[in-house]
């Protein structure tokens, strides 16, 4: 495995999983907005350049700030762009090395990297879930999305083992250990719950809650399904750029939840040496 150089610092966030549409971008937009807006320094990559949802919605962040003159945390971005070269070995040799350019950039100047990537197994993808220090991983209230982590049995609902993704984390996961003595903290957050649909929340959470032993992740509950994650996307915004996101004040009873919703998320990622760190770093620019 291609090592970093001894400089780097960030800590890699990685949004993945190998199913479509189970809100990676969404995750990964509120998640990068929440840290910058704790303090954090926070460089983004988008490897899902091809639908560039996450560049979109960043790039349209970055046109309101100009047009508003709006003052807003906003990072710097990369996406890796597909490669146009003549041969598929060509291809993954120039986008493995713009990935290491971008990442070996952004570790050395950010406290944390946020990348997103796309909803299929892909070399890129596969890359990036090595490099993870953290993986998030969306899924939706349903069994298909259930069924890329465990196989169950569907008469007893047995869980007989890891399925296709699961395997895929725990063998990287093995492989950073062995190759470059760093583990691997897995996350994953269940998205657009349906507050309505309890006999369902109750077996998918029931579900995750068992699985997050057998395989080794941190369960969150996550997002709900709510108006505020997706209609602010033109503008490039979340409901932590309202105003009053802060103090809460003037926020609706659903606001204020989306926003315990992201900040759970958010504890989620943050390990706890940062936390420490950053308060250190507070409390010393507070005193100088
Ligand atoms: N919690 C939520 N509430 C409402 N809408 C949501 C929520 N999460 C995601 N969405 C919407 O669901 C759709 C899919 O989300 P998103 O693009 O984040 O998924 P993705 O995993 O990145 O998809 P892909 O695999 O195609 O990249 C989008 O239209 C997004 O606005
Ligand atoms: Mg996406």
Known sequence: MKKLNANTVGHIVVFGNEKGGCGKSTAAMHATVALMRLGYKVGTIDLDARQGTFTRYLANRFQTVMREHKNIPTPVHMPIRRSEAATLKEKMDEESAFF????????????????????????????????????????????????????????????????????????????????????????????????TNLKSKRDIEAMLQDLSTRFGFTYIPGFSERIIFRDMFLKGLTLLDLEGAETGKGLSASQLAARQEVRYLTHAIVPEEMRIALMRRKKASNAA
């Open 100 to 195: 290491f350019m971008a990442l070996e950039e952004q570790t050395r100047d950010n406290d944390f990297v946020v990348i997103d990537t796309p909803g299929a197994d892909s070399h890129l993808n596969r890359l990036a879930h090595r490099f993870a220090d953290t993986l998030v991983t969306p899924v939706n209230d349903s069994m298909v999305d259930l069924d890329l982590i465990a196989d169950i049995d569907p008469a007893t609902m047995d869980v007989r083992g890891p399925s296709t993704y699961a395997k895929a984390v725990m063998a990287v996961r093995e492989a950073r250990k062995k190759e470059l003595g760093l583990g691997l903290r897995w996350v994953v957050m269940r998205n657009r719950i349906n507050p």
